[in-house]
């Protein structure tokens, strides 16, 4: 004989079985917070920021030209009269990595256009509806810019290899240029963005960019020694983030004495407090 077939659920398990598939349906997942979930949203705006480098690659061309200028004509011309003290080291060597913080510099120093023409275009103010806090915001454009950097960075050192600049190729050395140079676009374009918060318009932020650049790049130590300087702009110099880039890169790239660790703690402490005051007045920015 056949067995009797199986009783069929009760109507109690039934609705046990559909409440808790309602539960799954209806319960938002657990919000994921910690560091790693600020570290994903900050890689997440630096990647969307470096998406827009697929559709025009011109500036990164155009950009290249003038530290090649600089290292070409500047670079040779004072490597020939030997106008300036640098101990010892061709003078050409000792500018290639003040040309490198410089033309990161330029990069950064007018990335507050780019946020000024979100805000115009809409697009700033649905970020800031977004969860994701505003200093990851911030800091994901900071990053971008860095990365932007490396590429006129790579632009210098192939130059000033061709050249004959003797720079170490140790990777360790490399990676602490990547370094040096992200932080310090990071803080250029912060203060760029910290600019754009304040004056609120692309016109104006062009042109107090324009009358900074030049002073930030002359009173660092990118050009010559701090030692020959006035006293005054020594004062200056020591207060420049600029400075400190630079002394960090012409130690790892051409083995010169350095304070690295002074110099890296400067450039982490003025990132830190350029994703701080750009973060205070994003707000403003899009009212």
């Known amino acids: 004989m056949s067995e009797a077939p199986a009783a069929p659920p009760t109507a109690s398990a039934d609705a046990r079985h559909d409440a808790g598939q309602l539960d799954l349906l209806l319960a938002p997942p657990r919000a994921r917070t910690g560091w790693r979930v600020l570290l994903a949203r900050v890689l997440a705006m630096c990647v969307v920021e470096l998406q827009k480098l697929r559709h025009d690659r011109t500036e990164l061309y155009t950009r290249a030209v003038q530290p090649a200028l600089w290292l070409l004509v500047f670079g040779e011309t004072f490597n020939r009269i030997k106008a300036i003290p640098t101990g010892g080291t061709p003078y050409i060597d000792y ?149 400190y880039q630079v002394d960090a890169l012409r130690g790892l790239l051409l083995g010169t004495h350095a304070h690295l660790a002074l110099d890296y703690a400067v450039l982490v402490a003025a990132a830190v407090a350029g994703i701080a005051a750009a973060s205070s007045l994003l707000g403003r920015l899009a009212r």
């Not at 330029?106 to 970020?127: N, Q, S, V």
């Not at 800031?128 to 950097?149: D, M, N, Q, S």
């Not at 370094?179 to 104006?204: E, K």
């Open 95 to 243: 500018l290639a990595p003040g040309i490198i913080a410089q033309s990161a510099m330029f990069i950064a120093i007018f990335y507050g256009i780019m946020i000024i023409w979100e805000r115009d275009a809409g697009i700033l103010t649905k970020l800031l509806v977004t969860p994701t806090p505003r200093a990851a915001l911030i800091a994901g454009k900071a990053f971008a810019a860095g990365v932007k950097a490396l590429v006129q960075a790579v632009v210098v050192i192939v130059i000033a290899a061709l050249l004959g600049v003797a720079m170490t190729w140790n990777p360790l050395r490399l990676l602490g240029v990547v370094v040096a140079v992200v932080l310090g676009s990071a803080f250029f374009s912060c203060l760029s963005m910290t600019i754009a918060g304040i004056v609120l318009t692309r016109d104006r932020l062009m042109g107090i960019g324009q009358a900074i650049t030049m002073p930030l790049f002359f009173a660092s130590n990118a050009l010559y020694p701090v030692a020959i300087m006035p006293g005054w702009l020594q004062t200056v110099s020591r207060i420049n983030p600029l400075s």
